[in-house]
């Protein structure tokens, strides 16, 4: 059974940076590129940052290009994202979403969530 | 940015109508590269369809995709009362890779 689970959340004051991690399991986790996908209190999903299955390649949204680096460790099935320069406009539940295949380019499993809040 | 528009904003209808949601890309997008996502309160988002028609796993017949081009929509044949929720429309393609719409919610009438 695929397993996604975020941690690292919390409460942090503008300018301060977080570490999100997610424990994969389930799926042989190098095989997959990996996203991670931002939800506002009460508004829409946000892409945030990707990642090729064997950590060669990155993408950013520009809202947190130059702000956030997302990494993966596939020794340790884990996918990180550390933020840096956090904005109010930043507090979301950030998820981690498996990134299905090159053909069709979707979000197969998801995790819960964790709920990053930014505020002094 | 491929921008998503979804309609309407909010749709009520009752048990065992038929909902029809709407998904509008501002440029055209690849049919294999458009996919649906349903979301409860308090949950992640769990995918339906991708490739524009193709249902996930586990997803019941109940739910279909069409489209093309710039206009895709999603069908619910008949609603059951666990399908009230929201429901996201995903596209991947040029910078940003990824944009979702804005969502419709399905709400009970």
């Known amino acids: 059974e695929v397993q996604l689970l975020e941690s690292g959340g919390g409460l942090v004051q503008p300018g301060g940076s977080l570490r999100l991690s997610c424990a994969a399991s389930g799926f042989t986790f190098s095989s997959y590129a990996m996203s991670w996908v931002r939800q506002a209190p009460g508004k829409g999903l946000e892409w945030v940052s990707g990642?090729?299955?064997?950590?060669?390649?990155?993408s950013y949204a520009d809202s947190v290009k130059g702000r956030f680096t997302i990494s993966r460790d596939n020794s340790k099935n884990a996918l990180y994202v550390q933020m840096d320069s956090l904005r109010d406009d930043d507090t979301a539940v950030y998820y981690c979403?498996?990134?299905?295949?090159?053909?069709?380019?979707?979000?197969?499993?998801w995790g819960q969530g964790t709920l990053v809040t930014v505020s002094s | 940015e491929i921008v998503l528009t979804q309609s309407p904003g909010t749709l009520s209808l009752s048990p065992g109508e038929r909902a029809t949601l709407s998904c509008r890309a501002s440029q055209s997008v690849s049919s294999s590269y458009l996919a649906w996502y349903q979301q409860k309160p308090g949950q992640a988002p769990r995918l339906l369809i991708y490739g524009t028609s193709s249902r996930a796993t586990g997803i019941p017949d109940r739910f279909s995709g069409s489209g093309s081009g710039t206009d895709f929509t999603l069908t619910i044949s008949r609603l059951e009362p666990e399908d009230f929720a929201v429901y996201y429309c995903?596209?991947?393609?040029?910078?940003?890779?990824?944009?979702f719409g804005q969502g419709t919610k399905l709400e009970i009438k």
């Open positions: 995903q596209q991947y393609g040029s910078s940003p890779p990824y944009t």
């Open positions: 990642i090729s299955g064997s950590g060669g390649s990155t």
């Open positions: 979403a498996r990134r299905y295949a090159d053909t069709t380019r979707h979000f197969d499993y």
